[in-house]
Nanobody, 125 residues
């Protein structure tokens, strides 16, 4: 199983980025998907996750109303649209796949879940 992120970069506060993650080796529609981030000196945190059935979405309080998670099962891809970015959104962003429940993936991720290598997002003026 391989997950490859793209779309990171440098953006000014208030700007937008769209992260993408292409998954191979599994059929994405059967799994919950998620995005995590790790800021320098901080633990990894679940940013947003979506259940396999698309009927349950989790967002961290810090990104509610600004970030949107989505998936395209026909392309085995997932996305994170990030708007109104803030300096505190800076970090390495990882995509992940595992289980069926988005809340479980975001709140209690497991080593048995599948992870990408990460893409750097820097929000700075």
């Amino acid at each position: 199983v391989q997950l490859v992120e793209s779309g990171g970069g440098l953006v000014q506060p208030g700007g937008s980025l769209r992260l993408s993650c292409v998954v191979s080796g599994i059929t994405l529609e059967y799994f919950a998907i998620g995005w995590f981030r790790q800021a320098p000196g901080k633990d990894r945190e679940g940013v947003s996750c979506l259940s396999s059935s698309d009927d349950s979405t989790y967002y961290a309080d810090s990104v509610k109303g600004r970030f949107t998670i989505s998936r395209d099962n026909t392309k085995d891809a997932m996305y994170l649209q990030m708007d109104n970015l803030k300096p505190e959104d800076t970090g390495v962003y990882y995509c992940a796949v595992g289980g069926a429940l988005g809340s479980r993936l975001c709140v209690t991720p497991s080593p048995r879940d599948f992870w990408g290598q990460g893409t750097q997002v820097n929000v700075s003026s």
